[in-house]
């Protein structure tokens, strides 16, 4: 009789599966028609004068079924689901191999194994003092500014068998996600509590062909950061006609979507 090697069971287990950490969430406009090319045919786009919200969910998670690991969520758009709406994951990327086939198998996401490199460094600029800021501080919410080496760059690698590509560089205050420098995650940087409810759906992909419906359930306490500056690897500059007057950082989600639409998946969420 042939014995096959058992394999460890999942640390995930049913659901509900509980998370502990800090996240980054940023929100950016996403071109409708760039947008569209990952929602099922069957929702309607949240839209407005050509563009859907998007954006990307950028977590370190200190506690999880699968332990200690990152993850990036890049939101393609909002679908209406009367009488609510929902996100869509363009794309997401961990650096945990248990985490990246839960989301495939599971949960429907278009998940995929990444390498997370983290490298502080030092910002050029110092912000100066003002009432404003001090104010915010007061309350729990104001953006740690003004200490020099508050800064993070997270480069993202997405890592395919034997290849790796460079998927894009995240530069954030470090307030943003604490607990991934453990020596600023003090007493000054806890905001107020909230507890909010985020509806998804995924699935529609190789690994889940099922169209899913979830709810994130939050609770976490907040506060106001400065927006990260996201940079992704160099393409082919646009003609003069083609120049958008959007800011680098708020074309991020855009780019990282819509790049090379003719190629394949990954290069399609780039």
Not at 77 to 98: F, K
Not at 190 to 196: Q, S, T
Request: charged share 20%.
């Amino acid at each position: 009789m042939e014995v096959k090697e058992a394999k460890p069971p999942s640390g995930y287990g049913k659901p509900p599966w509980e998370f502990k950490g800090s996240a980054l969430y940023q929100l950016h406009l996403v071109k409708s028609e760039t947008a569209r090319a990952f929602i099922p045919k069957e929702f309607k786009l949240v839209e407005a004068f050509g563009y859907t919200l998007g954006g990307f969910f950028l977590a370190s998670y200190d506690d999880s079924p699968a332990g200690i690991f990152d993850g990036l969520v890049v939101i393609a758009g909002i679908v209406w689901n009367p009488p609510t709406s929902c996100a869509w994951a363009a794309r997401v990327l961990v650096n945990s191999d248990e985490a990246c086939v839960h989301g495939r198998k599971d949960v429907g996401l278009p998940s995929q194994v990444a390498r997370f490199s983290k490298q502080r460094i030092t910002p050029i600029a110092r912000q100066s003092e003002n009432n404003s800021n001090r104010f915010l501080r007061m309350i729990g919410v104001g953006t740690v500014l003004s200490h020099p080496k508050n800064c993070l760059d997270i480069q993202v690698t997405e890592i395919n068998g034997t290849s790796a590509t460079d998927i894009c560089t995240i530069n954030v205050g470090t307030a943003a996600l604490a607990k991934a420098v453990p020596e600023l995650n003090s007493n000054k940087l806890i905001g107020p509590v909230i507890k909010m409810s985020l509806p998804s759906f995924s699935g529609r992909t190789e690994y889940n062909p099922h169209l899913l419906k979830y709810s994130c359930q939050i609770e976490c306490r907040i506060r106001a950061v400065r927006p990260a500056k996201v940079s992704v690897p160099s393409v082919a500059p646009k003609s003069a006609t083609e120049q958008s007057p959007e800011t680098p950082s708020s074309k991020f989600v855009d780019s990282i979507i819509s790049r090379d639409l003719v190629q394949n998946e990954r290069n399609l969420s780039i």
